[in-house]
């Protein structure tokens, strides 16, 4: 368990209240920056096949999200912040030695998979939105 001196507050990118950008790009993410601490919702196109080198060496974690607004986004970074906190908290960086990469101790499973779980949420309400079929 973290210190509590020690705890730090993951930072959260919250989109412009108004527009759609995730829906710019082939597929959108919920992605979370362990080395700098951070969250936030994208759309790319570069990265929608492929999982990005940070992502594969753990320095990154991301969940796809469907294409929704900016103030859904922004309520979905804001509900699970609070399980990043936890998991940027829970995890340490390996640079030395190779592989690079992270360690997660013991309490990042839960967080990782509340995150995941609030991100399937986001998927149902999506496809059960009345006008989908």
Request: aromatic fraction near 8%.
């Amino acid at each position: 368990m973290p210190n509590q001196d020690q705890v730090k507050e993951i930072a959260r990118d919250y989109l412009a209240e108004e527009g759609a950008d995730l829906e710019k790009g082939r597929a959108a993410f919920l992605s979370v920056d362990l080395v700098h601490g951070r969250i936030r919702a994208y759309a790319a196109d570069e990265y929608a096949d492929i999982a990005p080198v940070l992502v594969g060496s753990g320095w990154h974690m991301r969940w796809p999200i469907p294409p929704i607004g900016n103030l859904r986004a922004n309520a979905l970074i804001a509900d699970a912040a609070k399980h990043a906190d936890n998991l940027f908290n829970m995890v340490s960086l390996r640079i030395e030695p190779d592989p690079h990469g992270v360690t997660l101790y013991a309490g990042a499973g839960t967080a990782i998979d509340a995150i995941q779980r609030r991100c399937a949420e986001e998927w149902r309400t999506h496809y059960e939105a009345p006008g989908r079929a």
